[in-house]
């Protein structure tokens, strides 16, 4: 298990991350890309928001476990 603030540094790329995935898709949502390009790209973007939650979800449970709170 890694220290604390490693764990920190972690979930604090996670969430920049996740911001940036968001911000991608909005972007993608209001250009005049191709529809089904768009479309595509979009549902990668929700896939890796997907697996970067389900991340940070295990980290807070892993925290939780060893007896860190937030």
Same mark, same amino acid.
């Given at each position: ?7 920190? /540094?972690? $979930?604090?790329?996670? #969430? *920049? ?13 209001? =250009? ?7 479309? /595509?790209? $979009?549902?990668?973007? #929700? *896939? ?13 449970? =892993? ?8």
């Amino acid at each position: 298990m890694p220290d604390p603030t490693d764990l920190r /540094e972690v $979930v604090h790329d996670l #969430r *920049n991350r996740l911001s940036a995935i968001s911000s991608a898709a909005n972007a993608i949502r209001k =250009s005049n890309f191709e529809s089904e390009l768009g479309e /595509e790209m $979009v549902d990668i973007i #929700r *896939n890796n928001v997907e697996r970067a939650t389900e991340t940070l979800k295990e980290l807070s449970e =892993s925290r939780e476990t060893n007896g860190h709170r937030p």
